[in-house]
């Protein structure tokens, strides 16, 4: 068994090892801007052009000759050369490569990992850092989610109040969803656009797109905070530091979540000049906007949102989203981009939604109006909370949830599915260190599921791997999950640890589980 993740569509495993010495030459016939040491075509690394090969694919040959790539693009060189590194634990100070044919290429082209930075705000070196991760497991889309409730993460030139006002909050809530205790200290950051440019840069050299999610018409209070004016009634309010409604119920506020005016000429041209200034940051060919949980009960009362009903002819204060969702369609597609937007667009089915749309399905089950858009020819990314919510503990979803993912459990036919992606939602991760906690053996697992044909997955030899592979996790110095907490067995501790979760203690697991690495050393 070839100790690889994730594990490749056709091996064959040879008797002997070839061992490449440390900084060996590679001779390659494809610009590899990562790889400084360039060698003659007598190197023992040799990288061949194929361009009959696809995008992502790679053939790989490790024998007495030394290692032989095959590929057409920068993508499947590179993904052949993380191979090479794992098989030969150079993580972990080794350099036996088992002789070895492998060709390999993904089922899925959108292999991704959402990280939110509105709710904790972690920096360029952690990105980075995470950025290098995929790329270790061939993930190639990093969607970025950047504004929200409680914080706008991103440098918008013509609204500069967006972070000079919106980037900020004066408490932050802790305990978990149901616990109203507050931490009375200022939080903040945000990413210049030079900052954006360098980290898109980044993640390009190591063949990652970046998707960035500008939330409308819901999650937008920290830009309400910005510009008041944005909204159905112009009421001076703060950036949030709660997540959820529990403090507001206890503080008397109702109306917390509200949207953006859709009857205002100016809310909707602030929507498309920030998309404007956005898309010239990321050249990746989709763009998110949200669309999820949207309120529309200030809309119901609105002169402006009324006058627009009465102008389009509208039923209900819903065809206001659709005909937003549909013009954002038509504008990105303009300007040569394909829109996404969370499953929450299609609540009233999928007569008036643009078919151009991507829909990203998050819920936890079947969702109806999901199986109908893809029934109908419409594209799906698959990111339901049961499989790929990473910011759920592992006592609610085991690496299993995720490992064992099928779009058939929901209802979708595989070939309506571009791709599938894990999501790390930080209300209650504070710190770099807890994403990994979360993130890991998961996106392990995510990289399986995404890679590998559902026929050729086997969860128990792909955790047999995995255990094998956790030296090198340790030298890269990534705080993983431990075995007992990420495959929880005992139910009712499980039931104990969802209960804190959600009400006192949402590190009770990330806690436990550095006692348990503390305990082994």
Not at 441 to 447: G, T
């Amino acid at each position: 068994m070839l100790n690889l993740i994730p594990k490749p569509s056709a091996s064959k495993e040879f008797k002997g090892i070839y061992k490449l010495e440390k900084n060996a030459p590679v001779f390659s016939e494809i610009e590899l801007a990562l790889v400084q040491n360039s060698g003659d075509e007598n190197a023992p690394v040799k990288i061949l052009s194929d361009t009959s090969l696809a995008k992502e694919e790679y053939r790989l040959t490790v024998n007495e000759n030394g290692i032989l790539i095959k590929a057409s693009s920068q993508a499947g060189a590179y993904y052949a050369l993380q191979s090479v590194r794992m098989l030969g634990r150079f993580d972990e100070g080794k350099n036996e490569i088992p002789y070895v044919e492998i060709s390999d290429k993904p089922q899925y082209k959108w292999r991704g990992l959402a990280l939110d930075e509105s709710r904790h705000f972690f920096g360029k070196d952690s990105i980075k850092a995470l950025l290098d991760d995929m790329f270790r497991l061939k993930l190639n889309v990093f969607h970025w989610h950047l504004t929200d409730d409680q914080g706008w993460r991103i440098e918008i030139k013509k609204y500069p109040l967006l972070t000079e006002i919106g980037s900020k909050r004066a408490y932050t809530q802790l305990g978990g969803w149901q616990c109203s205790r507050i931490e009375n200290k200022e939080y903040g950051g945000f990413y210049t656009q030079e900052d954006i440019k360098e980290i898109v840069k980044y993640a390009s050299e190591r063949c990652i797109s970046i998707m960035p999610e500008i939330d409308v018409p819901a999650h937008f209070a920290a830009a309400l905070a910005s510009y008041p004016n944005l909204a159905c009634r112009n009421i001076k309010r703060d950036v949030f530091g709660a997540f959820g409604s529990k403090i507001f119920q206890k503080e008397g506020i109702k109306d917390w979540n509200r949207p953006i005016c859709l009857g205002k000429k100016e809310s909707l041209e602030f929507i498309f000049d920030v998309y404007e200034e956005v898309m010239s940051l990321f050249p990746f060919e989709y763009f998110h906007v949200g669309g999820d949980e949207c309120d529309v009960t200030e809309w119901k009362t609105c002169p402006d949102c009324q006058e627009a009903l009465r102008e389009y002819g509208f039923k209900d204060e819903k065809e206001l989203q659709k005909k937003l969702t549909n013009e954002l369609c038509a504008f990105l597609e303009s300007k040569g981009k394909h829109m996404v937007a969370w499953n929450d667009v299609l609540r009233k089915g999928i007569d008036n939604i643009d078919k151009n749309t991507v829909v990203q399905q998050w819920l936890p089950g079947q969702d109806k109006n999901t199986k109908d858009f893809a029934a109908n020819g419409g594209k799906i990314i698959m990111s339901n909370h049961r499989s790929f919510y990473f910011d759920m503990p592992y006592a609610k979803y085991p690496l299993s949830n995720t490992y064992d993912f099928s779009p058939s459990q929901f209802g979708v036919e595989k070939e309506n599915v571009i791709g599938v992606e894990g999501e790390l939602w930080t209300e209650w991760i504070r710190t770099f260190s807890k994403i990994q906690f979360m993130a890991h053996p998961r996106m392990e697992a995510l990289s399986e599921a995404a890679w590998t044909a559902e026929e050729n997955r086997d969860f128990t030899e792909f955790y047999s791997r995995y255990n094998g592979y956790k030296g090198a996790l340790d030298k890269l110095g990534i705080n993983y999950a431990e075995n007992e907490i990420c495959m929880p067995k005992n139910p009712l501790k499980r039931l104990i640890i969802n209960g804190k979760f959600f009400k006192g203690d949402p590190d009770f697991e990330f806690t436990e589980n550095n006692k348990l690495k503390e305990n082994r050393k």
